[in-house]
């Protein structure tokens, strides 16, 4: 049932949307399965083609053209599908101008993609779980957008969420339709997500099922573990396999991994690329995450008692040795990968090859310009908690164009030296 105008949630990515329609003719929102696309691009559709259901799926199957006749805008829902889709819909927007014709949303990259790529013709959009600002979770005051800007704006603003409400929001999840769910509901609800991409996820996007299902359900535990990490892939299947005697081969590990990307279930932060010859010696592996924190806390099986508890993050855990605070981390991340893409800006993460250096967030601008973020389970920002902010200023000059410490205190202010200091909860667009 579609949400009326008073019932749906409007989205940072709507903003989005509304620019890119005036003049795109056609839109491909792409993000995991139940993070709101359905729910989004129906606001704007006239027409719509559900094509997970089969009756619909076999009249456009024997009729494709429908799509291109129906009344606009039309939406596709999970178009991967019916892969011609694609096809037709940018031979449709060739034969008449005019932006905001064409939606569509899938949860899947197909394996084997469309004859044509739609350059010029489809623009993608990624859209991610609801952020803290889209839950309603305290009233940002510090934009991202401002800061990219190069102002060093004021920071002000203060925010009554505190440390157990931001474990408790790792585990409620920024899927919309888990909002608002007990705790059982919600972890069957989030079982069943992880059931859902191993029994048919799979299989549906490759054609052929997992054979070691058990197997794929341990690695997945293992990349939890590795969660806001640099682990290498060797590392974590090492620990889904300990004690085991069925070690799957490395082809088998890196298909489980395309095929999880292509779901949009692991969404991993590549490594910042720097221009300046002196910061080129650079890890370059990417940081792992899943597509929200509350799927790597319920893999691990983690609580808010057990996280606010001091649990260790374990073998693969990061450098603040919590399970919170790698999922503390993860949650910012999310948070900052939906604020900087409504910047038109770029994420990645920073840290030099011998790991004495690192910066858990860098987004970036087109002239590559970046502003840096730290991230701190703390409320309390000291001087250790900002070297690495203070090293990378020092490093980058005019390039740097702020540099921020996102904590769980309470106030966002500027220290004497000139590094900020934000609440998660006072972040926003």
Known sequence: MALSPEQYRRRIVDNELDELMG????????????????????????????????????????????????????????????????????????????????????SASPGNPPTHTGAGRIVTLRMRPMTLAERGVGQATVSLSRLLGGTRPRLEGETSVRLE?????????????????????????????????????????????????????????????????????????????????????????????????????????????????DLRRLMVSPKHHLVDPALAARLRGATVESMLGGEAAGPLGPREGTLLGSLFES????????????????????????????????????????????????????????KHLVWLRDRLGGDLLDAIVVSTGAFAYRRADGIGVVPASLLGA
């Not at 719509?48 to 009344?71: G, H, K, N």
């Not at 800006?345 to 840096?372: K, M, P, S, W, Y």
Request: hydrophobic residues 45%; charged residues 30%.
């Open 23 to 106: 003049g795109v003719r056609a839109i491909a929102i792409e993000g995991a399965r139940a993070i709101g696309k359905t729910a989004t691009a129906t606001q704007r559709a006239t027409t719509v083609f559900p094509l997970d259901r089969p009756a619909v799926r076999a009249v456009l199957e024997a009729d494709p053209e429908r799509i291109a006749t129906a009344e606009r805008p039309v939406l596709v829902d999970e178009w991967q599908l019916m892969r011609q889709t694609w096809d037709v819909v940018r031979r449709t927007v060739d034969a008449r101008p005019g932006g905001g014709q064409f939606l569509l949303t899938g």
């Open 165 to 277: 409400e931001y474990a408790r929001e790792i585990v409620a999840s920024g899927f919309p339709g888990l909002r608002g769910l007990s705790d059982r509901s919600l972890r069957a609800q989030l079982d069943g997500y992880v059931d859902r991409i191993i029994d048919h996820d799979f299989r549906d996007l490759g054609g052929v099922a997992v054979r070691n299902t058990a197997a794929l359900r341990r690695w997945l535990d293992a990349y939890a573990c590795a969660e806001s990490s640099t682990a290498s892939y060797e590392k974590v299947r090492d620990a889904a396999t300990a004690g085991h005697a069925d070690k799957p081969t490395k082809v088998t590990v890196l298909h489980w991994i395309d095929t999880l990307a292509r779901l949009w279930v692991v969404d991993p932060l590549p490594a910042w690329s720097p221009q300046r010859n």
């Open 331 to 386: 949650l910012v991340t999310l948070n900052v990968r939906v604020y900087a893409q409504a910047a038109e800006a770029r994420v990645g993460h920073f840290r030099t090859q011998n790991g004495d250096r690192e910066v858990d967030l860098i987004v970036e601008r087109a002239d590559r310009r970046v502003v840096a973020f730290e991230v701190k389970l703390a409320d309390t920002i000291v001087d250790d908690d900002v």
